[in-house]
C-alpha cells in the first residue's frame, strides 16, 4: 500500500523498492549501488531491511565512544557518592557495560573492513521517515536512578544502535540537528525514558547545548519526583 500510495502522490518521483530477495547476500551488493548511483526521490524499505544496510565504521566507533563517554560520567558522579549499597550496585553495572562497549569497540576496529559493500554512508541518502517509529526505542542511556517507572533495559537493542548510527551519519553531513523524521501513533506509552530517548536520537546537539548529556542531567530538569 505504501508503494502505491506514493505512486498516487508523486507521480512523477523516481520511487524504488526493494523486492525480498534484494537484501539477499549475493543480491544486497548490486541493490546497494542501485541506490548509489541512481537519483531515487524515495525509496520504500521494511525496517528489517534498513537493518541490513551496513554503517560506517568510524560513525559506529564515534557513536561508541559517546556513549562509553556517558557511562563515563555516570561512574564518575557514582564514585563521588559514598556508603550507599545501591549505588555500589548501579556502579557495577555502569562498569559492566563500559567494559562490554569497549570490547565492542576494539572489535569493530581490528575487523577487516568489507569494502566491496556500500555502506549507509557511501550510499547517499539524506533523508529518513521512520515509520513506527516506537519499534526503535529501546535506545541505550545511562542512568543512577533507580525508582523511574518504565526504565526499561539500559542496554538497548541492535536494531536501536543501527538507526542511531545511521541518523547521526546524517546529522553530520548535514551540520546539525536535521535529516530524520519520526512518525509514530505511540511515540511515548509508557516512560518518561521514552521522551528522552526521542530527544536523544534527534536532538543531541540541542541537547548538549543545554548540558542534558544523560539521562539523569534531563530527567531532573523536566521531572518531578512523587
Not at 559492566?96 to 570490547?103: F, G, M
Not at 539524506?126 to 525508582?147: A, C, G, H, P, V
Amino acid at each position: 500500500h505504501l508503494i502505491s500510495d506514493a505512486k498516487k502522490l508523486y507521480p512523477g518521483a523516481k520511487i524504488l523498492s526493494p523486492s525480498q530477495t534484494d537484501f539477499n547476500a549475493k543480491n544486497r551488493k548490486a541493490f546497494l549501488s542501485k541506490i548509489q548511483n541512481n537519483d531515487w526521490d524515495l525509496i520504500i524499505m521494511s525496517h528489517e531491511q534498513f537493518g541490513s544496510i551496513p554503517q560506517d565504521t568510524e560513525m559506529q566507533i564515534d557513536v561508541m565512544n559517546d556513549e562509553i563517554e556517558m557511562l563515563d560520567m555516570e561512574i564518575a558522579a557514582l564514585e563521588a557518592e559514598s556508603g550507599k549499597s545501591a549505588s555500589k550496585k548501579v556502579l557495577k553495572g555502569l562498569e559492566a557495560r563500559k567494559n562490554t562497549l569497549i570490547s565492542k569497540l576494539k572489535e569493530l576496529m581490528d575487523a577487516p573492513k568489507d569494502i566491496e559493500i556500500l555502506n549507509f554512508k557511501q550510499i547517499g541518502i539524506d533523508k529518513i521517515f521512520i515509520d513506527e517509529s516506537q519499534m526503535f526505542k529501546n535506545l541505550e542511556y545511562s542512568t543512577r536512578i533507580n525508582r523511574v517507572a518504565g526504565l526499561g533495559n539500559p542496554k538497548g537493542s541492535k536494531r536501536a544502535l543501527n538507526l542511531l548510527t545511521a541518523i547521526r551519519t546524517l546529522q553530520k553531513h548535514h551540520g546539525g540537528d536535521m535529516g530524520t523524521t519520526f512518525l509514530s501513533g505511540t511515540p511515548i506509552s509508557n516512560s518518561l525514558v521514552e521522551m528522552y530517548l526521542l530527544f536523544k536520537y534527534l536532538r543531541p546537539n540541542k541537547m548538549n547545548e543545554l548540558g542534558y548529556k544523560t539521562f539523569d542531567s534531563w530527567v531532573k530538569q523536566f521531572a518531578v519526583a512523587s
